[in-house]
């Protein structure tokens, strides 16, 4: 049933509207809900904050514990760092254990629950209803106006008016979830600039005989540095029907664009040139696959071999045949054909300008009462919680300053 606050003296419905009842937007309504303001959460979903739902694998990797302003993108490197210090990883951490809630790290910093992570949304829920925040689901905003007072939204037949409003509705990520373009509409609506977007920790595609490949390693997983523009990451990748995934992979697609090439090392802790030579001396009578099987796994050393066409026993191979083979897995050039897309990308990199917003408050410079907060903000993080982070973050900025 639809909740509303009765109007009295012409004053608004609520003190805050938030739409999106992801990550971002729950965080923003209990932190304003402690404040004692009136508080209603609007999300046009069946479920409310699904990417949290299956993030991690249904465990949630909720933060990371080596947050930093460094793990972020932004055309503004530096937009991201209030927030981040007003609301930390440890703070967030504090919620998580006043709530009992089990936790482990997995690597690398990143947090995950022990049990599933409908825990964390029923951690905000219980927040936000212990704070009298109102959260309406199934309510699909279609219009939004500013007022003298503040802003007044139309969904269906109903119409709401608040004070303070803030825009927390996502990326373009994951579609089959519910993302939209809302967000970017109402930016553009309210004149602030919005930077096109694109898929982010997203697998890469490819075509012809690499596809062909992958299609054949489908499944083989090796720990693998991958460079892309002056960055570069050492994490897993994994061969897929489609190409290349895998944490490494995800982490460099977001600074990857269309037509650059990455340089995958297979490799990273051996100069593989020098391990065959000391392998075509001590056992010249090897197969050439046999020899790079005891660096990488059989069937990847075996197809890397077949695709550069070096092989045969080490005692027949000439140097420079070493060398080619060694360089295909120290530094293997290739080109993306492209990505999965949202449909797979895990986060949406650019968006709403941050210079139109302040840093200490996320709310429009131009726009009194506006916000914007989490994805729909031009601030994307690292795989591993980071996002996450962003979301509690720029959500408690925004929900101390409604």
């Not at 997203?202 to 596809?211: A, C, G, H, Y």
Request: charged share 20%.
């Amino acid at each position: 049933m639809l909740l509303l606050f009765v109007m009295k003296n012409n004053q608004p419905d609520y003190d805050v509207i938030i739409v999106g009842a992801g990550a971002a937007g729950l965080m923003c309504g209990l932190t304003a809900g402690v404040r004692g303001k009136s508080v209603l959460i609007m999300d046009h979903a069946k479920k409310i904050a699904e990417k949290i739902r299956i993030s991690g694998g249904g465990r949630c990797n909720f933060t990371n514990l080596n947050t930093r302003p460094e793990a972020f993108l932004s055309r503004n490197s530096h937009f991201c760092k209030s927030a981040l210090a007003q609301y930390t990883q440890h703070d967030f951490i504090a919620l998580v254990e006043k709530h009992g809630i089990a936790y482990h790290e997995k690597k690398l910093g990143q947090l995950f629950c022990d049990g599933k992570s409908q825990q964390i949304i029923d951690m905000l829920v219980q927040e936000c209803t212990q704070n009298n925040v109102v959260i309406q689901n199934e309510t699909d905003v279609s219009g939004v106006k500013a007022t003298e007072s503040g802003y007044h939204l139309k969904a269906g037949d109903k119409t709401f008016t608040c004070t303070s409003l803030v825009i927390a509705t996502g990326g373009l990520s994951i579609p089959k979830i519910g993302a939209t373009r809302f967000g970017y509409n109402v930016a553009r609506q309210f004149d602030l600039n919005v930077y096109d977007t694109y898929p982010a920790l997203v697998p890469f595609t490819f075509q012809t005989d690499i596809l062909e490949m992958c299609k054949t390693l489908s499944g083989v997983a090796v720990d693998a540095n991958v460079s892309c523009n002056d960055m570069s990451f050492a994490e897993g990748l994994l061969f897929t029907h489609r190409g290349l995934s895998g944490p490494s992979i995800l982490q460099i697609s977001s600074y990857w664009k269309e037509g650059d090439a990455i340089t995958v090392n297979l490799a990273p802790d051996v100069d593989v040139l020098t391990f065959l030579k000391e392998k075509k001396q001590a056992q010249p009578k090897q197969e050439i696959h046999n020899a790079l099987a005891d660096i990488l796994p059989s069937r990847l050393a075996e197809a890397l071999c077949a695709f550069h066409n070096v092989t045969g026993r080490l005692a027949d191979l000439p140097n420079a045949a070493l060398e080619k083979l060694a360089g295909a897995v120290n530094a293997w050039t290739l080109k993306p054909a492209g990505t999965e897309g949202y449909r797979t990308a895990e986060v949406t990199l650019c968006g709403v300008d941050t210079d139109a917003l302040s840093s200490k408050t996320m709310e429009c410079k131009s726009h009194k009462g506006l916000y914007f907060i989490g994805e729909v903000v031009d601030v994307t993080g690292h795989l591993g919680g980071y996002n996450f982070q962003w979301a509690w973050s720029s959500g408690y900025v925004a929900g101390q300053n409604v």
